[in-house]
């Protein structure tokens, strides 16, 4: 039998390892010259099952033909890979060829299977995310812009380095021909940059659910839902802060978007045939903001020459929205300042606010 190794293992083991029709398949036999010849020629039926009748004793092997098709899931042409050989499976080496059998009357060869598997292309695109909120796209009308030269290293299941490119120019990058499995990229960041968090999905069971300027909602009721500290495994927990009200929800990362600590995407198993677009990095340069706190002697909002530092005022920083005001969305920072006055914290790209409280009810604000 041929079949189509979805998982490209060598054994047909899943519920779509499926024959392979018209799949051409010879038998070589050698002649008293010691020549291989071809003695029969066949193909494949719809269930990829093929079978030679009436074969004279003889040293003999099949060779098979990989055929080219159409990938349904990218419409590009591309030819059938053999599979790894296994015992209990494939049994054709990459030159399309079975081990010699020496046939004598009345042999059954029923051990000549055929795994072959569709070559999977995974990857897509580095760029700077210039509002830092995990989706390339348009900034003050301009496309965010993708990143050249950043080393990519894909990796297999076992986080084992495979290979190793550099993006292109648009910041795109792509590793191809490689066999179905468990893959994950690696991207290394440039200096000062760090990674993007991705986009929050919204998941909700027995009820609608929309995302809405990343908040989710009832689309009955229209009220805010609770996030749920439940995630995939090797996820980060950060989920946004939502007043109370509504259905509890999961809140996931979009799969292929690197862990912002380890600049590593999370695993993905790759099918024959499959062309996954989703190994997305969005990075950007924080902002920062900072300041120094102290005792305005003469209350005139400078800090001037031998005025001292005032430790323990608390700033609280708030994203903003499209009006400037606190977005009930984001999540505030609380800073404190130190014995020197000073303050500091790394935020990504956006429009904050931020309120101060003095660290006793001693102290005034200055104008």
């Known amino acids: 039998m041929v079949f189509n190794d979805e998982n490209g293992n060598g054994l047909q083991d899943g519920a779509n390892e499926t024959g392979i029709a018209n799949v051409t398949v010879d038998l070589y036999c ?10 029969q020629s066949t193909t494949t039926d719809s269930d990829g099952m093929y079978i030679f009748y009436n074969v004279y004793p003889a040293l003999c092997y099949i060779q098979v033909t990989p055929p080219t098709v159409i990938n349904p899931v990218n419409n590009n042409t591309e030819t059938y890979v053999f599979s790894p050989i296994v015992t209990g499976g494939n049994q054709i080496d990459t030159n399309g060829t079975s081990p010699m059998v020496d046939l004598d009357w009345n042999d059954n060869v029923t051990a000549w299977d055929v795994g072959m598997y569709l070559p ?25 812009p993708g990143i050249a030269g950043l080393p990519v290293t894909l990796l297999n299941e076992n986080d084992e380095p495979v290979a190793m490119m550099l993006s292109e120019a648009d910041g795109s990058y792509w590793f191809t021909n490689l066999p179905p499995g468990d893959y994950a990229v690696r991207v290394d960041l440039p200096p000062d940059f760090v990674f993007s968090r991705a986009p929050w ?17 009832n689309t009955t009721t229209m009220d805010y ?25 999961r809140a996931l990362q979009q799969s292929g ?24 990095a969005g990075i ?38 499209s009006r400037g005001a606190p977005d009930p969305n984001g999540t505030a920072q609380v800073l404190v300042s130190d014995s020197n006055g000073e ?15 003095p660290p006793g009810v001693d102290h005034l604000l200055s104008p």
């Open 30 to 39: 050698y002649n008293e010259n010691e020549t291989a010849i071809v003695e």
């Open 120 to 144: 999977v292309t995974l990857g897509n695109k580095v760029w700077e995310d210039k509002n830092a909120n995990g989706i390339q796209d348009e900034v003050d009308g301009v496309m965010e």
């Open 201 to 217: 999905d919204c998941l909700v069971n027995n009820t609608n659910e929309l995302m809405i300027n990343g908040t989710c909602y």
């Open 225 to 249: 839902m609770i996030a749920d500290m439940e995630v995939e495994p090797g996820l980060l927990i950060d989920p946004p802060t939502m007043p109370v009200g509504g259905r509890r929800v």
């Open 257 to 280: 978007d690197p862990n912002p600590m380890t600049g590593t995407t999370p695993h993905q198993n790759l099918t024959s045939g499959e062309n996954n677009t989703s190994f997305d």
């Open 284 to 321: 950007f340069i924080p902002v920062t903001v900072a300041g120094q706190s102290f005792i305005d002697s003469n209350g005139n909002g400078l800090l001037d020459v031998g005025e001292q530092p005032l430790g323990g005022v608390i700033v609280t920083v708030f994203p903003t929205d």
């Open 343 to 357: 303050y500091s914290i790394n935020l990504p790209p956006g429009t904050y606010t931020a309120t101060i409280t």
